[in-house]
């Protein structure tokens, strides 16, 4: 894979939309245990608050590492949680990728996700820029880092039992 | 049901104070909100910012006070104002950046300026307003605004007490304790989590004094903690903590009383699960005193106290609310830090609150969640009553008020004696 992105930029696209589009399909359906081996054990998910990009400083709405994803995924999972038994159902798109660099085994992209949920009778609608740094291993890509800044990060949310 | 007596005319039948019973209208009701609005939140100190959030001259946040979107501003001279975010001229909002600094505020419409005490400046062109014309007439719509422990409140109403008696000597005196978590810094607001839940505001009234609902609704948070620290949030178990009514509606719920005082805790070991952050801190060059009390800090006090009507301190976090129709209320957590602290325990705070707080923590959506079923179960069984009975029966008198088990529903009884007080025509 790592050859054929330095060759042909139009191949990356197809290949990181795919991986973009496998990934949001799995969020959908829930697969929360394929979603958790997309990513490296050192990779970060996190949902900022605001324009600030010092995360690790600043109050986040999530800022999940390793420990952290795999403990929320047991939550949603282990049915404990009133607000993700059941979880609202959400229909997303994610689209608008742009590849900023892809660089030896290392590439950063950003995309636009549009996501539906519908609980109780009532949809809310979110949308969110995704900003993604993915590396090509012997086994795909995997996700080093995932930010995805919603747009009204600093406005007045509702409670979230899915991811974006 | 005739018009000229609507049914919250019986406060009464709306909160049963013997039996503690809350009639269903309480969460349904719009113009028992409208009503409340009025004569609460007109009427009473409602909180509205901490002063970190707005540190320097000419810095500024918007807030509000029940329907109405304030500003809170600090002068040249540091002295803090706090007016209703309207142009005296055709209404215009004259602000609309959520925080910042300024030297004046001026309308975008017709260029109105005013000062940051909300006097008015200038008018463009004021000719057309004649000779008699008088600017001190045309201020901003301001508030009587007051602060304790660096927790800022305003009202509308120019009568009414003083806010330390208000809030009262307890509460003070709890204030202070809850803002030890400095750990000998100033408490600095770090940030937000802001989220909007379709609820009655007073289910979210209820909530931070209610311990009975924590082994149910945050057992998935519980699941997420090691061994000693679920221990230290078992208080339901060992029973030593209490619910107590603080007088004016206000209440706190202890629920570690061996975290009552930050300071009394100096002695006590480090817990296991922060020893990697007093080495941390240690490598700073701290003394050991000093790290002690900064991890003591960063653990929180071990109690969350209810104020009537729309701000509580809750462990380690602000939770304020503000109310938006009978069955919309915007909530906000605010996290706390120390303001020069170690960089590392405030990284610290920050990573606990996202785990408990907001719409992504492992706590906040499930109490969303059981706040909404509050609200939609309401629609059902009108004539049935809310109870909050529980703990009655073992009540005893406390310092202020009663004072009752740790899950009992003694802080929500002292808010709706409040809010039946408040409520009343005659009073």
């Known amino acids: 894979m790592t050859e054929m992105t330095k060759l042909d930029p139009k191949a990356l696209l197809a290949d990181v939309t795919e991986f973009l589009w496998l990934e949001a399909d799995m969020l959908d359906r829930k697969a929360y245990g394929d979603w958790l081996d997309l990513w490296l054990t050192e990779g970060l ?75 109780f009778g009532r949809q809310r609608i979110w949308a969110a820029d995704l900003q993604y740094t993915l590396r090509v291993t012997g086994d795909g890509f995997k996700i080093e880092r995932k930010i995805a800044k919603l747009l009204n990060s600093d406005g007045m949310l509702n409670s979230f039992s899915y991811l974006f | 049901m005739s018009l000229d007596t609507p049914k919250f005319s019986d406060l009464d039948a709306l909160y049963d104070v013997e039996n503690a019973k809350v009639a269903t209208e309480m969460y349904e009701d719009p113009t028992l909100f ?23 001259k000419g810095s500024f946040k918007l807030s509000q006070v029940g329907l109405d979107p304030v500003i809170v501003v600090r002068d040249r001279k540091g002295k803090i104002h706090c007016m209703v975010n309207r142009c005296r001229h055709r209404a215009a909002t004259v602000c609309e950046v959520k925080k910042g600094k300024t030297s004046s505020f001026q309308c975008p419409y017709h260029g109105w300026g005013y000062g940051l005490d909300g006097s008015l400046r200038a008018v463009p062109y004021p000719e057309q307003y004649g000779d008699d014309f008088d600017k001190s007439q045309h201020g901003m719509l301001k508030l009587r605004t007051e602060s304790h422990e660096g927790m800022v409140f305003a009202t509308f109403n120019e009568d009414a007490e003083p806010l330390v008696d208000f809030l009262g000597p307890e509460v003070c005196r709890y204030m202070t304790l809850f803002m030890k978590q400095g750990g000998g810094f100033p408490v600095k607001v770090l940030g937000e989590h802001q989220f909007s839940v379709p609820m009655n505001w007073k289910v979210q009234l209820e909530n931070t004094t209610d311990a009975y609902h924590f082994p149910i609704v945050h057992k998935s948070f519980m699941q997420t903690l090691d061994e000693k620290t679920e221990d230290l949030f078992a208080f339901m178990e060992k029973n030593e903590g209490w619910v107590e009514d603080l007088g004016n509606g206000h209440s706190i719920m202890m629920m570690m009383p061996e975290r009552e005082d930050l300071d ?85 705070r920050l990573r606990l609150h996202e785990h408990f707080q907001g719409p992504m923590g492992f706590g906040s959506p499930d109490d969303a969640e059981v706040w909404e079923r509050v609200q939609r179960g309401t629609r059902g069984g009108e004539e049935l009553p809310i109870l909050v009975n529980r703990g009655i029966v073992d009540e005893e008198p406390g310092v202020m008020g009663p004072r009752g088990h740790v899950s009992s529903e003694t802080g929500m009884r002292a808010a709706y004696q409040m809010w039946k007080r408040m409520m009343d025509k005659e009073a």
């Open chain 2, 264 to 348: 009394a805790c100096l002695d006590d070991p480090i817990e296991p699960r922060f020893e990697w952050l007093a080495e941390e801190i240690r490598k700073e060059g701290y003394s050991e005193e000093q790290v002690k009390k900064i991890v003591l800090a960063v653990g929180g006090p071990g109690f969350n106290m209810n104020l009537f009507p729309n701000v509580s301190f809750s462990l380690s976090f602000f939770r304020v609310l503000t109310p938006v129709a009978v069955d919309k209320t915007e909530i906000r957590h605010m996290a706390l830090g120390m303001d020069g602290g170690p960089a590392i325990a405030n990284r610290t």
């Open chain 1, 45 to 119: 998910y996190i949902l900022p608050i605001g324009d600030g990009e010092d995360y690790e400083n600043q109050l986040n709405l999530c800022y999940d590492d390793d420990k952290m994803r795999r403990n929320r995924i047991d939550r949603f999972n282990r049915g404990f949680s009133i607000s993700s038994a059941p979880a609202a159902d959400t229909v997303r798109t994610v689209s608008r990728i742009v590849i900023d660099s892809a660089e030896g085994d290392l590439i950063k992209l950003r995309a636009a996700e549009h996501l539906i949920e519908d609980k």
């Open chain 2, 34 to 56: 409208q009503e409340e609005m009025e004569r609460i939140f007109k009427k009473t100190w409602v909180w509205v910012a901490h002063e970190s959030e707005f540190p320097d």
